[in-house]
């Protein structure tokens, strides 16, 4: 089972007691997105422009939450004006470029806090609904929450049954060859999917977060976006 584990408080390594972000965490984490969109900006031939393009950034995920572990990652999402990006290309051209850009800046520089790695989606508009911590003004926009020990046995059933589901998922894709050149963007609609899923219930979150994430510590993820079809079914079958 998923097992998904309780603390009295959140990460030391990333917060304060008081469940401040740690300045030094900050720090990082503004270098961080600030290269992204360094990066976002090389591509797109657009000039820089991280005051008024960044609507804020959002840390996520379960390394901001009381059920944190060993393999959680940070999670941070760049909400970016939606008119000075859209205007500029096609919305197909445009989702297809931030999929590139995304997959690009993770492979090339593996970001990281404190040995912690860090993993960056984008989505571009002028309004959103999932909150957590804010690091552009620095609080909560929804505090962590503690469940009991109840809540937790129902979310570690749900994620288990999530887990399988995604697998069964993997291996129908893969078992077409004519996916191949689609791996990316399948990877990348997984990732999104998880970001969406901030937008339900904390409850609902935990478990696809807890699911997607032992995906992505088993090195599927990162496998299927570097070696060949044949390969990751041979790899799948074997997990």
Known sequence: MLRIKKHSKLNPVLWNSDNSLRSDVAEILTRIYISFMTVLSNYSGLSLDIENDVIDVIFGGSAAEYFYDKNSDIDITLVIRADRYLKQMNPDIFDGFIKFIQVFFIEKYAPSVNGIPVDISIVASDSFNFTRYSLIQKKWLREPIKFSDDEIRKMEIQADNIYCDIKKE???????????????????????????????????????????????????????????TDNIKKLMMEK
């Open 170 to 228: 993997i291996k129908l894709f893969l078992k077409n060859k004519a996916n191949q050149e689609k791996i990316t963007i399948f990877v990348h609609d997984l990732q999104k999917r998880r970001v969406d899923a901030w937008t339900d219930d904390i409850k609902d979150y935990i478990p696809f977060a807890r699911a997607y994430s032992r995906i992505s510590h088993q090195g599927i993820i990162k496998k299927m976006l570097k070696i060949d």
